[in-house]
């Protein structure tokens, strides 16, 4: 999509606040989406975006929060553009209908007007003959080449061990296991971002947001990869912590440790709530 149109009052609406900065990379933003018909996920915006120093990459992130909804999977989605992306495709994919089957009738139409029907009484006179150049080879005439190898070099090459390769998508799973995450969490993950690895910027914002809520950056991914997402943010975590009830470990810990904490600073104490059995005291007779 090599062009796309603008509404400068909207723009000016809702994106009249941004520094020079910030516009700058809004709008370069907005122009590599349209062109490769795409959104992207932080790793790419900063790519397209050419974001190099602090300044600029704050500046792309600020821009993705405040106009894009970041996905599952880790994509940047803005609802209006994807709109115009679904249907210029669609245009797209009707004009090239079209165009075909205005070829198939142009083509069809010219074989039935060039063809012409046989006459039966009219035979084939023309005889195929060999060129008068062409030198056919003798049964004594040596071969062209002659390669001398044995039977044992052939099968060594025919058995020679490929060097087996590694894809985008397996390297990015082995990127996850190399910090310690399991491959069974790596993999879904990985799958989930369509095959691409995370750069250090979006590792930097896992672990940043993994810190909020207390967890360790394995323990965030491996919560991502159970609940079918692409990357980890806080305000996810919590939502479906809510959810689910789910606590980790360290929560755990930490919530049972300050309940002890409690209870040895005078907090709420136990109470023996066992019924009490009364003493029967019975008469002893004389002898």
């Not at 809004?26 to 996920?41: G, H, K, S, V």
């Not at 900063?46 to 405040?66: C, G």
């Not at 369509?194 to 809520?213: H, P, R, T, Y």
């Not at 394995?218 to 943010?233: M, P, V």
Request: proline share 3%; net charge negative; glycine share 4%.
């Amino acid at each position: 999509m090599h062009y796309y149109k603008r509404n400068l009052g909207d723009y000016a609406k809702k994106a009249g606040r941004l520094t020079m900065l910030e516009h700058g990379a809004y709008n370069q933003l907005l122009d590599a989406i349209y062109d490769r018909e795409e959104f992207p996920m932080l790793e790419d915006a900063l790519d397209w975006t050419w974001a190099r120093d602090e300044a600029e990459i704050t500046a792309v992130k600020f821009v993705l929060s405040k106009f894009f909804d970041l996905q599952e999977d880790g994509r940047f989605i803005q609802n209006r553009i994807k709109e115009e992306l679904e249907a210029y495709k669609a245009k797209a994919e009707n004009n090239a209908r079209i165009a075909k089957e205005r070829e198939e009738k142009r083509k069809n139409g010219k074989r039935s007007g060039n063809e012409a029907s046989p006459v039966v009484h009219e035979t084939c006179e023309i005889e195929h003959e060999a060129s008068p150049n062409h030198k056919p080879l003798t049964n004594n005439q040596e071969p062209l080449t002659s390669i001398d190898i044995s039977e044992e070099e052939s099968s060594q090459v025919s058995q020679k061990p490929k060097t087996p390769r590694i894809t985008k998508k397996q390297a990015a799973i082995n990127e996850l296991v190399a910090l310690g995450l399991d491959a069974k969490f790596a993999q879904p993950i990985i799958e989930k971002r369509n095959g691409k690895a995370f750069s250090e910027v979006a590792m930097d914002e896992i672990k940043e947001q993994a810190s909020l809520v207390q967890l360790t950056v394995i323990e965030a991914l491996e919560f991502a990869a159970k609940q079918d997402w692409g990357s980890f943010r806080a305000d996810w975590y919590q939502n479906r912590v809510k959810q689910q009830g789910y606590q980790s470990s360290a929560q755990q810990t930490a919530n049972e440790q300050a309940k002890w904490d409690e209870f040895l600073n005078g907090g709420p104490q136990f109470v023996d709530v066992s019924p009490k059995k009364s003493i029967l005291i019975e008469g002893v007779g004389h002898a």
